[in-house]
């Protein structure tokens, strides 16, 4: 059973930093994309950045410049480095890894940590 475990949210004031961690029970490599998603109440659940295999990013607008994601191979954890942060960065931030299935089914296997939440104050 895959396991993500994020750690690293708390409160903040405006204009700070935080970096989020999600360490995985397996080895990423075999993911094929990598993201953060986040949820404020009442909303529903977003993309926030997303990373492949192949090292490739992508950005929600709203932060692109403020945040970067990156994944370390090695000890199988992924990053979220969330720098300038605004009030309506507040949500509960959620890691996620996909992984295409080939056989014996075509599908994909999606995973999801039990979240972390981030609270920025004005």
């Known amino acids: 059973q895959v396991q993500l475990v994020e750690s690293g949210g708390g409160l903040v004031q405006a204009g700070g930093s935080l970096r989020l961690s999600c360490a995985v029970s397996?080895?990423?490599?075999?993911?094929?994309?990598m993201g953060w998603y986040r949820q404020a109440p009442g909303k529903q659940r977003d993309l926030v950045a997303a990373i492949t295999s192949g090292s490739s990013t992508n950005y929600a607008d709203s932060v692109k410049g403020r945040f970067t994601i990156a994944r370390d191979n090695v000890n199988n954890t992924l990053y979220l480095q969330m720098n300038s942060l605004k009030p309506e960065d507040t949500a509960v931030y959620y890691c996620n890894a996909r992984q295409l299935v080939v056989t014996p089914t075509p599908g994909v296997n999606n995973y999801w940590g039990q979240g972390t939440q981030v609270a920025v104050s004005s």
């Open positions: 397996t080895s990423i490599s075999s993911f094929n994309t």
